[in-house]
């Protein structure tokens, strides 16, 4: 008996060979049984075998793992069972990483005694900005000493893609922020040379070794992923490296791709490299290796491998067999619950002082900074030579230093989706995207990652992230610095969408927004930051006591009517709303109570029903355009929630829908909602 390996043992060999034989058989079975399994997508790893193998038996309980749909081989060799992967084949109610939610092969794994898996979506290559969000948390607690590792038993990170996926944009982020801070992440791609039926020679120049030529702090290596001996040399060298030395890696690995793209998108409709393929296949490779070195004769391999396809037939019955999900469990998992349901702390203080807007909010991250070590603040210019471009971040890099308050790049899919990272190792991500109208690139992010880690991990994963957005028109800030965006937020379920219009509220909600286990996002309106614009001197306000906090989804009552004979109004608004309504209701004494929403998703439709019991009419104020909007929609429901209220439709009032707010400054007040338009809308109102 020959080794086969200077550095692997041959029962090592063999035990990755059994694993990469289980894969097959998996494969082959749900081939077989094409009636059933064609129920639900599935995608399969033949062909990358050997790469993967070699991967993922170097996981251990303390790495974390980001993958794609063709990883059922690694997440069989880091140690989850055939019956756990065919459960989620089956979409049943124990599939251990989501309960059904979602395909096969997309991992969530948060388990004590294996690597763990934040959740993964199906958008090719966007599991990279998350797990760069791992990496970048693990070293951030290595830097504050929240963690430390017995020598070489540090965390690793691996994150696997396929060869097309790595040419999409936010790949490019997550390398790049894995180069510039140096963070201890293996990325592994899997080069099958297709896309799905796009051909690289179609597709793109070079490979992804070529793209990290680009980003010279990751240490790049190519392998023949068939070869498993020389993929589980390589791969165990680079996870000790990364284990001491705390860096990146990025290994090409060539592969053959040699089932179908997809259960649904079958190979013979388009491949004409089959056959070709096919002479690269790994299990041949090593089964002649492991022959011809006398490891094992050919009759014990085809005992291995009938033994292997029993055990796996027997399991494959019992997922078929498994119970289905209850529909009740998934409705559980719309948020991770919060712990904060009241107001509580003093808003008015005895001792407390006129404070503006902008620095309410400056003293409520000082003051969470402070208690939490856990906690950082990061984002375009938030670092200590600026301090945020409205100095909403003044001071907090010299206090708290560079590793908590830091400069990112510009790189809004970064700065949002490296949040689930973060919260997945523990900590509390404030992060800043430095205008709404830069929102855009990150919200693919915001929507196909954190929005739904926690549904579709089935509760493993809440995220935790505040995202603090300023918004808003005011002062000419042009086309792309005044847009109002929470229309389209709101339309993302399973985030919290926050707009506030003082600095007691912005104080107050900041800090339940921090406790909160769920993504959001905090519209912060540039305009009242500090009371420039005339009216909305009450953004500056007494500064609560530094345990004020106020529940998201409760609204504020900002000006109270007691019933009449005469007709009366409530306007629904939040944000600068507020102040065209304060000065409006002037006009019409004792007639209008005003609502302040402060939280847009959830939205407290108790208070809402409430004021229009009293007043019996309604008017939705907001900065954004009416047509199709978050405001068009609450009136609806309004309407019918509140029919047997009403003595008129409830009314709407927004800025004038156009794609942009104009720089000019007369243009811009015109576009806006002004005190004189709401007060004709609640005149009209009155007559009803
Ligand atoms: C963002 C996004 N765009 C498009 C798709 C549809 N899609 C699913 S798989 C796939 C091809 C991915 O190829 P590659 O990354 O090379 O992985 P392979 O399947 O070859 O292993 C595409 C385009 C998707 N899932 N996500
Ligand atoms: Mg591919």
Wanted: a negative charge; one cysteine or more; hydrophobic letters at 40%.
């Amino acid at each position: 008996m020959s080794n086969l390996s200077a550095s692997i043992s041959n029962e090592q060999i063999l035990d990755a060979y059994r694993t990469m034989r289980t894969a097959r058989h998996m494969s082959d079975i749900f081939e077989e049984n094409a009636k059933l399994t064609s129920k639900y997508v599935h995608a399969c790893s033949n062909g990358h075998e050997a790469i993967q193998v070699a991967s993922g038996r170097l996981l251990k309980k303390q790495d974390w793992l980001s993958c794609y749909y063709r990883d059922d081989s690694i997440l069989l060799s880091m140690g989850m069972k055939p019956y756990e992967l065919m459960l989620q084949l089956f979409a049943k109610k124990d599939d251990p990483f989501s309960g059904g939610r979602t395909y096969y092969s997309h991992p969530s794994l948060n388990r004590d005694d294996l690597a763990k898996i934040p959740h993964q979506s199906s958008a090719t290559g966007m599991q990279t900005i998350p797990a760069a969000g791992v990496a970048m948390g693990l070293q951030f607690r290595e830097s504050q000493g929240l963690d430390s590792w017995d020598k070489g038993e540090a965390p690793v990170v691996m994150c696997s893609i396929g060869d097309a996926a790595t040419t999409e944009g936010e790949v490019s982020e997550a390398m790049y922020m894995s180069a510039l801070k140096k963070m201890p992440i293996v990325w592994l791609i899997q080069d099958n040379e297709w896309d799905i039926s796009a051909h690289a020679s179609e597709i793109r120049f070079g490979d992804a070794a070529t793209m990290a030529a680009g980003f010279p702090p990751i240490e790049m290596h190519k392998v023949d992923g068939t070869d498993l001996v020389a993929c589980m040399e390589l791969m165990e060298e680079v996870f000790d490296t990364v284990r001491t030395e705390r860096r990146p890696f990025l290994i090409h690995a060539k592969v053959p791709l040699l089932g179908h793209h997809t259960s649904g998108v079958r190979r013979e409709f388009y491949r004409d490299d089959l056959e070709e393929a096919r002479e690269r296949d790994p299990l041949p490779r090593i089964e002649k290796l492991l022959i011809d070195g006398g490891i094992v004769a050919q009759k014990e391999l085809d005992e291995i491998s009938a033994q292997l396809r029993k055990q796996v037939e027997k399991e494959f019955a019992q997922a078929r067999d498994a119970d289905e999900p209850v529909f009740a469990d998934l409705l559980d998992h719309k948020y991770a619950p919060t712990d904060i349901v009241e107001e509580k702390g003093e808003r008015h203080p005895e001792s407390g002082e006129m404070t503006l807007m902008v620095d309410c909010a400056l003293h409520a991250m000082q003051e969470l900074m402070s208690e939490h070590p856990e906690s950082l603040l990061y984002g375009q210019d938030v670092g200590k030579r600026l301090g945020g471009v409205f100095r909403e971040a003044a001071t907090l890099g010299d206090k708290f230093g560079d590793r908590r308050v830091f400069n990112t790049p510009i790189q809004e899919a970064f700065i949002i989706g490296s949040t689930v990272g973060m919260s997945c190792v523990g900590l509390k991500p404030i992060v800043e995207v430095q205008f709404a109208d830069y929102i855009w690139p990150g919200l693919n992010q915001l929507f196909t990652e954190l929005s739904r880690s926690y549904l579709l991990s089935n509760g493993q994963w809440p995220v935790h992230s505040l995202i603090r957005v300023p918004i808003g028109a005011y002062g000419s800030g042009g086309p792309y610095h005044s847009s109002s965006v929470e229309s389209v937020l709101s339309n993302i379920r399973g985030i919290k969408v926050v707009y506030p219009s003082n600095g007691a509220d912005l104080k107050g909600l900041i800090k339940a927004a921090f406790h909160d286990p769920n993504p959001v996002v905090m519209l912060e309106h540039k305009g009242l930051y500090w009371s420039k614009i005339p009216g909305t001197e009450e953004a500056k306000c007494i500064e609560p006591s530094e345990d004020y906090i106020i529940p998201l989804g409760k609204a504020r009552t900002v000006l109270e009517v007691s019933p009449t004979d005469e007709a009366q109004c409530s306007i629904i608004t939040y944000g600068r709303g507020v102040y065209w309504a304060i000065e409006a209701a002037k006009k019409f004494n004792g007639l209008v109570e005003i609502i302040d929403l402060r939280s847009i998703i959830p939205i407290d439709m108790d208070a809402i029903a409430k004021s229009i019991t009293k007043t019996n009419r309604c008017l939705v104020l907001t900065e954004e355009p009416i047509e199709n909007s978050f405001g068009l929609s609450l009136s609806g429901r309004i309407a019918s929630e509140c029919f047997e209220s009403l003595d008129a439709a409830p009314h709407n009032l927004g800025s004038i829908s156009l794609p942009a707010i104009p720089l000019n400054s007369e243009m811009e007040a015109a576009i806006l909602p002004s005190a004189e338009k709401v007060a004709a809308k609640i005149e009209d109102l009155l007559r009803f």
